[in-house]
């Protein structure tokens, strides 16, 4: 493809030789662009640098998309085909940055940008009264934003990805339901009310959803989900499926003999092993209800107005126990299987965590006078 060079007559008529000089050219898709240089010796190595580009293919679009083109093309050719979760979190982390950033064209979107609109962000009103959001929160909408740019980036629209500069998050150590506690809670889980309708106790159910959480890893939503077709009782076996999971992909797992123990007092002709027939936030309050029955209450060392929510577990935390309770039992790479972790790091804090800091701590060196005294 070709590039020209050209003078506006209007120009030529009233700057004469002075008159700056354009190039024009046609991108791949078709559209006609043109860009003011000036002098003639730079319109010359500017249209070379065009033509060089569209030769290779490597031609960068400079199209004046605005944000708001931008952002329903995203919609109808990216997020149209995420997970209903990541589609969630990926458009509102885009409303946050159209809200605050107010960006214009796509183009304008620099490393500033970004930081102009972290300051802003980072001291919005969180959930909790009198409480800012955490850095965690902060860093998920960068973690999204930068793969929308990354698009945009792919797509012509923006010459480079700005930098992200990630907050510091304070490090903390996973809270998980300790073996002491889940057996209080699994006792009163008879305390349950719901879910209503089916032809076994309640307590049941929320028998054999703990027992399943706690002994497999598995996120409170697969077991949700999970169908009785791909469920075997015979072999020990369940299927999570790529619509279902995380990892987007179908596997076996095995189970547990006590697992599968659990899921037989749960028979019913319902689709699914797991029936919710109810608001999915009143699974959450059921879970604390349970808890509160169970005498369980939580410290809250965090800076905010305290509610009920903040002294009782959370289903991930039946997820860390499983990591926790066996990262000292199993190979790392079976724990990684297990726990069906895409990057080896995840599954290294919780081993880093229960083996190498145990071990440190055997390992310190103790005084002669402690020895001898057998302190």
């Not at 007559?9 to 190039?23: F, N, S, T």
Request: proline share 5%; aromatic share 10%; net charge positive.
């Amino acid at each position: 493809m070709k590039a020209w060079l050209f003078q506006d007559h209007r120009q030529k008529q009233e700057l004469g030789d002075e008159a700056p000089w354009y190039v024009g050219w046609y991108e791949p898709d078709g559209k006609k662009r043109r860009k003011k240089i000036g002098s003639h010796s730079m319109a010359v190595k500017f249209s070379r640098k065009v033509e060089g580009q569209l030769a290779a293919g490597v031609y960068q679009s400079n199209a004046r998309k605005t944000w708001k083109e931008f952002e329903a093309e995203f919609k109808e050719k990216i997020a149209a085909s995420m997970k209903p979760q990541s589609k969630r979190l990926t458009l509102e982390s885009m409303a946050h940055f159209k809200r605050i950033a107010k960006p214009g064209r796509v183009e304008t979107i620099k490393t500033q940008t970004m930081d102009a609109f972290i300051a802003k962000r980072r001291v919005e009103r969180g959930l909790k009264k009198g409480s800012t959001i955490s850095p965690a929160t902060v860093n998920k909408d960068l973690r999204h934003l930068k793969a929308v740019l990354n698009v945009a980036h792919e797509w012509g629209y923006l010459a480079r990805v700005p930098k992200f500069r990630m907050l510091k998050e304070p490090t903390k150590l996973p809270r998980f339901i300790t073996p002491e506690h889940f057996a209080k809670i699994y006792k009163e889980c008879d305390k349950a009310t719901m879910p209503e309708g089916l032809p076994y106790p309640a307590g049941d159910w929320w028998k054999a959803l703990l027992v399943f959480c706690y002994m497999t890893g598995w996120r409170v939503g697969e077991p949700l989900a999970l169908r009785r077709e791909d469920l075997d009782l015979v072999n020990g076996t369940a299927i999570t499926r790529a619509s279902d999971n995380k990892g987007g992909r179908d596997e076996v797992a095995p189970l547990h003999d006590v697992v599968v123990e659990h899921l037989r007092s749960i028979p019913s002709f319902s689709a699914l092993v797991f029936p919710w027939p109810h608001e999915r936030k009143k699974l959450w309050e059921q879970f604390g209800d349970i808890q509160r029955a169970a005498g369980i209450k939580l410290d809250c060392n965090e800076q905010h107005e305290c509610t009920p929510s903040c002294h009782v577990y959370g289903f991930h935390d039946l997820r860390r126990a499983f990591a926790t309770q066996n990262a000292a039992r199993l190979p790392a790479t079976t724990l990684q299987a297990l726990m069906r972790h895409k990057a080896f790091a995840t599954t290294q804090r919780y081993i880093n965590m229960v083996r190498q800091v145990d071990e440190a701590v055997g390992s310190l060196h103790v005084p002669d006078v402690l020895a001898k005294s057998g302190g």
